[in-house]
């Protein structure tokens, strides 16, 4: 159902199951925002700003259906484990991001992905080798002339048998930026129209038709198909404490209707 008001308070009566957290992870100067940018906007930003943790929204009609997917970019920095394993337990599809020229972020890398199986392992109550966790690594940077810190055979040594799969990209010229996260929604069984280059981008304006049906199911004007995606620029982090009972639905055998918290524009 929608509610008549501005853009900012509509709500959208979105299955939790087409609900999806996507978490970001590296660590500094790496390029995470830059991906997120290229996701969000299709634009890449050569000023650098240190990033404390971003949190954006965006939401999606495919085939008459639909999505939220709400993305996490965290600090490099880390300042409070605590809220990185938050991040950890919350995050529903993961993009780590190392930079191909620093081999520091690479044993940062090698370190995030040990944590986050290990901590959903213990969320699923299952071990590490059956947590089931849609995640690519990214060696970002690739456009750079520059000696590589980071062979071929410790890449593919990182693996270790995991399900996750490795991209070399390049944030700034956009190099297979769309492959990758194409590749990230198929591991994670949510439409392949959710990547960038796969829906038309529409404003916010839209969002008081989204939910009707006679809208779904039909093409928008001079539209590039039926898929298309609004960025929830009035979007608002979920609050730690609403977090915390998500997790703990999850935990004891997972959330069976709506999470207000996660599935609604605020």
Same mark, same amino acid.
């Given at each position: 159902?929608?509610?008549?008001?501005?853009?900012?308070?509509?709500?959208?009566?979105? !299955?939790?199951?087409?609900?999806?957290?996507?978490?970001?992870?590296?660590?500094?100067?790496?390029?995470?925002?830059?991906?997120?940018?290229?996701?969000?906007?299709?634009?890449?930003?050569?000023?650098?700003? !240190?990033?404390?943790?971003?949190?954006?929204?965006?939401?999606?009609?495919?085939?008459?259906?639909?999505?939220?997917?709400?993305?996490?970019?965290?600090?490099?920095?880390?300042?409070?484990?605590?809220?990185?394993?938050?991040?950890?337990?919350?995050?529903?599809?993961?993009?780590?991001?190392?930079?191909?020229?620093?081999?520091?972020?690479?044993?940062?890398?090698?370190?995030?992905?040990?944590?986050?199986?290990?901590?959903?392992?213990?969320?699923?109550?299952?071990?590490?080798?059956?947590?089931?966790? !849609?995640?690519?690594?990214?060696?970002?940077?690739?456009?750079?002339?520059?000696?590589?810190?980071?062979?071929?055979?410790?890449?593919?040594?990182?693996?270790?048998?995991?399900?996750?799969?490795?991209?070399?990209?390049?944030?700034?010229?956009?190099?297979?930026?769309?492959?990758?996260?194409?590749?990230?929604?198929?591991?994670?069984?949510?439409?392949?129209?959710?990547?960038?280059?796969?829906?038309?981008?529409?404003?916010?304006?839209?969002?008081?038709?989204?939910?009707?049906?006679?809208?779904?199911?039909?093409?928008?004007?001079?539209?590039?198909?039926?898929?298309?995606?609004?960025?929830?620029?009035?979007?608002?982090? !979920?609050?730690?404490?609403?977090?915390?009972?998500?997790?703990?639905?999850?935990?004891?055998?997972?959330?069976?209707?709506?999470?207000?918290?996660?599935?609604?524009?605020?």
């Amino acid at each position: 159902m929608i509610k008549k008001t501005s853009p900012s308070e509509n709500e959208f009566d979105i !299955p939790a199951k087409n609900c999806r957290r996507m978490v970001i992870l590296g660590s500094t100067k790496v390029g995470k925002t830059a991906i997120v940018s290229r996701f969000l906007n299709k634009r890449f930003d050569e000023q650098y700003t !240190p990033t404390i943790e971003d949190f954006h929204r965006k939401i999606y009609s495919i085939r008459g259906d639909v999505y939220q997917l709400d993305i996490l970019d965290t600090s490099g920095n880390h300042p409070f484990p605590a809220m990185r394993r938050l991040s950890i337990l919350t995050g529903d599809v993961f993009i780590l991001v190392f930079s191909l020229d620093n081999r520091d972020s690479f044993h940062e890398v090698q370190h995030l992905k040990k944590q986050i199986f290990e901590t959903k392992s213990c969320l699923k109550n299952k071990t590490k080798e059956d947590a089931d966790v !849609p995640l690519v690594i990214c060696g970002n940077k690739c456009d750079r002339d520059f000696y590589r810190e980071v062979k071929e055979e410790e890449i593919e040594q990182l693996f270790g048998g995991d399900k996750c799969a490795y991209f070399e990209i390049s944030a700034k010229r956009n190099t297979n930026v769309e492959i990758m996260f194409q590749t990230l929604f198929n591991m994670a069984k949510l439409p392949n129209e959710m990547s960038p280059d796969q829906h038309r981008q529409v404003s916010v304006q839209y969002c008081d038709v989204l939910h009707r049906k006679s809208f779904r199911n039909k093409k928008l004007r001079n539209g590039d198909g039926d898929a298309y995606g609004i960025l929830a620029t009035f979007a608002r982090r !979920p609050s730690v404490h609403s977090d915390l009972m998500y997790i703990k639905e999850k935990a004891i055998g997972g959330c069976q209707g709506k999470d207000k918290d996660r599935c609604v524009i605020c």
